[in-house]
């Protein structure tokens, strides 16, 4: 089909009149704010390996979806291999080993301090909990009080002292 010149010129101008309503400012800064909030606020995927029949695991993987984490959990019958492919040494060792951001986070570590070691990205391997502290993320019982250990290949340091899922100042 061939448009005349002539008919191209009326219809751009057609086109031209055409006016839309604007956005009010409210709708305009609710769009911002709603954009802003959703990429400044995303976290990274958390994968969690995992013994398949561990119910603590489990708990710990929920803790940290009520914090705003997406979740995945692998079960595996050889988390040892997991735990040496990722460096984690033997005496900070917990009962589940996950993955987030390039850091490893070994047992039951609070989200609130994840979060923190993702704002601050250390130079280091990750975060441990050893053992099953009562009380911490995922565990049963009165809280008791307990230490979450920066470590690397070079060494560790305390990255706080926490009481459940709260750290004590």
């Known amino acids: 089909m061939t448009v005349s010149r002539r008919t191209a010129l009326h219809l751009i101008t057609a086109a031209a009149s055409i006016s839309f309503a604007p956005l009010s400012r ?3 800064s609710d769009s911002a704010r709603s954009a802003t909030t959703h990429s400044a606020d995303a ?8 013994d398949p029949t561990c119910s603590c695991c489990t708990g710990w993987a929920d803790h940290l979806r009520a914090e705003g984490f997406p979740v995945t959990e692998v079960a595996t019958s ?20 996950a993955e987030v951001g390039g850091y490893v986070i070994e047992g039951h570590v609070p989200a609130v301090a994840i979060k923190r070691l993702l704002a601050e990205r250390p130079a ?25 250990t ?3 290949p070079g060494g560790r340091t305390s990255f706080g002292r926490y009481q459940g899922a709260n750290q004590l100042p």
């Open 26 to 28: 409210a709708d305009d």
């Open 78 to 97: 050889d988390l040892k291999a997991v735990k040496t492919r990722l460096g984690v040494p033997t005496e900070l060792a917990g009962c589940h080993t």
């Open 43 to 50: 976290l990274p995927m958390v994968t969690v390996n995992k």
């Open 150 to 152: 920066l470590f690397h």
């Open 124 to 148: 280091a391997t990750g975060l441990a909990v050893p053992g099953m502290p009562a009380g911490s993320p995922g565990m049963g019982g009165e809280p008791e009080i307990y230490e979450v």
